[in-house]
């Protein structure tokens, strides 16, 4: 899953983005209304973790653009992430096309938990995923193949996460790099095929992630 954070408290953007790729998230951090801008019109998000009181704008205002501005691609969820606690505040961000709101202060557990469950509501899985022999729980950070756990790094954990996510599909590695990976990738490195190669080595036989010639690689949902 990749987030775009848009928080201008510098302190708290480092803490919450590094918490956040700890839990094998890609993020990519926006300070400002005019940044966030910037990237979401660059940039297709899972997930918009979106302060409101922003130094050059209203989050809010960027927040009801989404829901009609072409030039900008809308994440699948957007949780406002502010200290305005109002309920007429709560009421306004959830009208204007928040999916969800927490307050600061905020338990940086109870962020985590909101993520889950928005990734849960988008994707249309539950709680736990599994893929013919494949089981991954996306709370505990653990993944299995039959009964032998995985022992997989963040970003090997996150490759298999959104693999399982699209069970059966083509992904490219442009799809890859777009959800997997945040702005600090770069395009053009080996990075796709050597954390991937790494993966199927231990997911073992029979491979599950197959390359499709010329066009990306299938989770085989059925393995």
């Not at 889950?116 to 709370?139: E, V």
């Not at 190669?197 to 390359?211: D, M």
Request: hydrophobic fraction near 40%; proline fraction near 4%.
């Amino acid at each position: 899953m990749r987030i775009l954070l848009v928080e201008d408290d510098d302190d708290l953007a480092e803490v919450v983005a590094l918490g956040l790729r700890n839990e094998s998230y890609a993020v990519d951090v926006a300070g400002t209304h005019d940044a966030a801008d910037e990237m979401l019109r660059t940039t297709t998000y899972d997930v918009a973790c979106l302060d409101l009181g922003l130094p050059d704008g209203d989050g809010l205002d960027l927040l009801r653009r989404l829901g009609h501005d072409p030039q900008l691609r809308r994440p699948a969820r957007v949780l406002v992430l502010t200290a305005r606690d109002a309920v007429d505040d709560r009421v306004d961000g959830l009208d204007a096309g928040a999916d969800d709101y927490l307050v600061k202060p905020f338990d940086f557990a109870e962020l985590v938990a909101r993520l889950r469950a928005l990734g849960r509501r988008s994707d249309q899985h539950g709680s736990t995923l599994r893929a013919g022999d494949l089981t991954l729980d996306p709370a505990t950070h653990r993944a299995w193949r039959a009964d032998v756990e995985l022992d997989l790094t963040p970003r090997e954990f996150s490759l298999l996460r959104y693999f399982m996510h699209h069970p059966g599909q083509v992904l490219s590695a442009e799809d890859l790099l777009e959800h997997v990976w945040d702005a600090n990738a770069d395009p053009f490195t080996s990075s796709v095929r050597v954390i991937l190669s790494r993966l199927r080595r231990k997911l073992g036989r029979p491979a599950v992630i197959v390359t499709v010639s010329t066009v990306g690689y299938r989770l085989e949902a059925g393995s």
